[in-house]
């Protein structure tokens, strides 16, 4: 899992509510992201951000929002506005930004939220 | 649109025995291609990365193979362990896009059974 840590591993949430996950880097990586990853299928992109205080929506974006004040951290927040957030996420980080090349992500061991 | 496909979706193989992965892609200008081994719960850990000029690499009993041409990727896992029983999963990234717009593949998962 490399130097990204996610907190909760597991998060269970009652509808209506928001929850917010923790993502937090040591690696010193410019860029984070946030996935989202659902049984049997590919990792879909959710929010990633290139530099501090500045993010870009992925491609479902709808229902959730980061921030990210400190190059180390990226929290994701699960509003109520996501019909069907129960999912495992996962966060990563690279050390680079949209300079193609082989850039390497490393992601951290995942939050698995669960909407009771 | 960028697709990457994967086969087989699942494959039971005989601990020693070895196997082989498919990845195939239509990511267009291609950058690098990456395989990263998921165990169950937890996240993604990076095997290999291949730009195009590369068409093999090997991390241990992992070797990957990339033919850009055919823009197609294989991972052969040597004398298999029964800690390989996990899900593969193949990811290609364009020229020119942060490795966050990569395209993943919907992954291979395999057990290794004793």
């Known amino acids: 899992d490399g130097g990204i840590t996610q907190s909760p591993k597991y998060l269970f949430r009652k509808e209506g509510q928001n929850v917010t996950l923790s993502c937090e880097q040591n690696l010193n990586h410019d860029a984070m992201y946030w996935y989202r990853q659902d049984p049997g299928q590919g990792l879909r992109l959710i929010y990633y951000?290139?530099?501090?205080?500045?993010?870009q929506k992925g491609d479902i974006a709808e229902g959730y929002s980061v921030s990210r004040e400190k190059k180390e951290s990226f929290p994701l927040t699960v509003t109520s506005a996501q019909k069907n957030p129960t999912a495992f996420y996962l966060c990563a980080s690279s050390i680079d930004r949209a300079s193609g090349g082989a850039i390497e992500q490393f992601f951290g061991p995942g939050t698995r939220l669960t909407v009771l | 649109k960028n697709q990457v496909e994967q086969s087989p979706q699942s494959l039971i193989i005989l601990e020693g025995k070895n196997c082989t992965l498919q990845c195939n892609y239509t990511v267009s200008p291609f950058s690098n291609l990456r395989w990263y081994k998921q165990d169950t719960g937890r996240g993604p850990v990076s095997l290999t990365i291949?730009?195009?000029?590369?068409n093999t690499k090997s991390n241990g009993r992992y070797t990957a193979t990339l033919d850009a041409d055919t823009k197609q990727s294989s991972l052969h896992i040597t004398a298999s362990q029964l800690s390989d029983s996990a899900s593969y999963i193949c990811v290609v990234s364009g020229l020119k896009t942060n490795a966050g717009k990569s395209t993943f593949g919907d992954g291979t998962t395999l057990t290794v059974k004793p």
């Open positions: 291949m730009t195009f000029s590369e």
């Open positions: 951000s290139q530099i501090v205080n500045d993010f």
